[in-house]
């Protein structure tokens, strides 16, 4: 990650305590690499291949990183976005081939129909997921909901034109989870991304959100921490990045000299 060294250290410290990132790891679930292409992404930013390559990546891991994809383009990152397009229709090209022929992708789709409900899946952390777990009607959980993602959609443009270059494609990352229809506990692990941002701006009480989801705090942790701790996250990326300006980035530990690990 491009941050200071005991920043990365800590990030480290907090992984080590955070719940989602055990269980992801526990499960054998894709987290882990979604974190690993995220921080790519982030680590070079301005290399197209390495953005967009990684973006790409995600997307054909679980959907959602594709909005990266999207950052990229209202960023007007055009090769990023032309290399990502370009890996994915490779990527669709050879899964074809390889499974037997286009009915492959209606099964992909009957798939994706079986996992798209947001309030409903057992065990799903989505805002509207959990407001109907505590009771709220079918109807209200699903307008809470529309109107998370509609709001994360938002922020994600209002980032990606007027704040800097790290902290709106953080929102990118983080709104990519929020607009998910199924939003696993474990995935809460790709906020120590946003996180270590957020501390490498002295945004230090940003360490209370793994800490919410920590191992010693299972069976205390209530459902709405979840996405409580997803819309934290992503609102004070905002707030940071547009404090920072689209000029931000020259701030960013890449530019200045710091060389990341």
């Given amino acids: 990650m491009p941050v200071a060294p005991t920043v990365r250290w800590l990030t480290v410290l907090l992984a080590g305590s955070s719940w989602p990132f055990a269980y992801a790891f526990k499960l054998g679930q894709v987290g882990p690499l979604l974190f690993l292409l995220f921080a790519i992404g982030w680590r070079w930013l301005d290399r197209p291949p390495a953005l967009g390559g ?4 995600g997307a054909i891991v679980k959907i959602q990183p594709g909005l990266v994809l999207v950052w990229a383009l209202l960023t007007r990152r055009w090769q990023a976005v032309v290399i990502g397009a370009v890996v994915l229709l490779v990527a669709a090209v050879v899964a074809t081939l390889i499974t037997g022929g286009l009915s492959v992708w209606t099964d992909y789709l009957a798939v994706l129909r079986n996992v798209s409900d947001p309030i409903s899946t057992p ?5 509207g997921a959990v ?6 009607p079918s109807g209200l959980a699903t307008t809470i909901q529309l109107v998370s993602s509609i709001a994360a959609v938002g922020l994600l443009v209002l980032a990606a034109m007027r704040g800097s270059s790290a902290a709106s ?12 229809p199924v939003l696993w506990d474990h995935y ?29 705090l299972i069976g205390v942790t209530p459902a709405p921490a979840y996405p409580i701790a997803f819309w934290v996250t992503l609102v004070a990326l905002v707030v940071v990045g547009l404090r920072e300006g689209p000029a931000g980035r020259l701030s960013d530990p890449t530019v200045d000299g710091v060389t990341p690990a």
């Fill in 54 to 57: 990684s973006a790409a990546a």
């Fill in 169 to 180: 494609y953080l929102v990118a990352v983080t709104a990519s989870q929020l607009l998910s």
């Fill in 131 to 136: 407001a109907y777990q505590l009771g709220l």
């Fill in 123 to 127: 065990h799903n952390f989505t805002p």
């Fill in 188 to 216: 809460a692990m790709l906020l120590l991304l946003p996180v270590a941002y957020l501390l490498e701006r002295r945004q230090w009480w940003a360490a209370l959100v793994p800490l919410a989801t920590a191992v010693f």
